[in-house]
């Protein structure tokens, strides 16, 4: 029975009601129950390959030599910590039954190495995405191999993934900026063809063909960025390696800036990084209702993403927020880069 709880050993226990779990595979199903689900005792039967109760960075962990029949299994809160009590129910029948014990920190190759599968346990992000997180964290602890410092080893990641990314975010900004050109011929065939949506269309969609101008195009990086994040967070919110790694006024890139200054900079940089994207304001007064609805909508994302972006990541890892502000800061440099350049063509 591990029902004497886990200690706390971290100082940041925000998230304790997500981070401290019971977890167990029963009838070859994982399952996941966090602190916050076990107010109330849960009892499960069952074929049990393993159970275990852990915190952010430790966990406590029983591993049947053989694969238990008839088992139950009780999960419950025990001194504010996840714990449970695993029952053979052998009816009166004496037998022996023996047991691995694992008390440690939560580590995938130590885990893998028992071979049942309790490596699970590992917080890897969305199943889909778990051979990218595998290949970003393999890549990051390279890194890390060079440079001693793990904030300067994310800067770099960041950088060198940017490089990676560039032909796809550069043709997407350059689409952008191209936008501004176009906008004054879209307006001239929206006008021209308001009166007959299909024939407006088929000539938009022939300027577009003329310009090399994609309409869509400025959603790429945000789309690219989407599974970056997903799998980076579980790497640098639980890997314990980032555990009280410091940076900078940072004290632990695994948990959230205590002074929200690195949320607050990737806000601003994003919000550079929208305006430099943006159109170019048209009069008004020359618009149908439809146009100013659209400048309007554009207006809103431009001062609410941000917004809604620093109250997302304030309460992420640093670690994660210090990714995507050099990412957001390396983005509105090339974006400058490429006004510049077709600035000077025109």
């Keep these: 029975a591990l029902d004497s709880g886990i200690a706390d050993t971290e100082k940041y226990l925000k998230r ?106 590992v917080e890897m992000g969305p199943g889909f995405l778990q051979w990218l997180t595998k290949i970003f964290k393999t890549f990051l602890s390279f890194l890390h191999g060079f440079i001693p410092s793990w904030g300067l080893t994310i800067i770099i990641f960041a950088i060198i993934l940017k490089i990676i990314l560039y032909p796809l975010t550069h043709k997407s900004f350059e689409s952008t900026t191209k936008m501004q050109k ?20 088929v000539e938009l969609r022939k300027l577009y063909k003329e310009q090399g101008f994609n309409p869509v195009g400025g959603c790429l990086p945000m789309l690219l960025q989407m599974p970056v994040i997903f799998a980076l967070y579980p790497i640098l919110r639980y890997s314990l390696d980032l555990r009280q790694a410091g940076f900078l006024w940072l004290p632990d890139l695994s948990e959230p800036d205590p002074i929200w200054a690195l949320p607050i900079a990737m806000a601003l940089f994003m919000f550079v990084q929208q305006k430099l994207m943006a159109p170019a304001r048209q009069n008004t007064e020359e618009m149908d209702e439809k146009q100013k609805a659209q400048q309007q909508t554009q207006k809103m994302m431009m ?31 090339q974006q400058i880069m490429i006004k510049k350049k077709f600035s000077k063509e025109n």
């Design 16 to 121: 304790k009601n997500d981070n401290y779990q019971v977890n167990f595979q029963l009838d070859n199903e994982q399952e996941k129950l966090k602190l916050s689900k076990l107010a109330e005792r849960k009892e499960l039967n069952g074929n049990i390959d393993w159970a275990v109760v852990k915190s952010k960075y430790f966990m406590m962990g029983i591993i049947p030599e053989e694969r238990i029949d008839a088992n139950r299994l009780s999960a419950f809160q025990k001194n504010n910590s996840p714990a449970m009590q695993l029952k053979i129910e052998h009816q009166g029948i004496s037998l022996d039954h023996y047991y691995k014990i694992y008390l440690g920190p939560i580590i995938y190759k130590n885990l893998e190495n028992y071979g049942v599968g309790i490596e699970k346990v």
């Design 182 to 201: 176009v906008q004054p011929l879209m307006k001239e065939i929206q006008d021209k063809y308001k009166s007959d949506p299909k024939r407006m269309n």
């Design 303 to 333: 001062y609410g993403l941000p917004i809604m972006m620093f109250f997302i990541f304030k309460g992420l890892s640093s670690g994660l927020v210090l990714y995507w502000t050099v990412f957001s800061v390396i983005g509105s440099i």
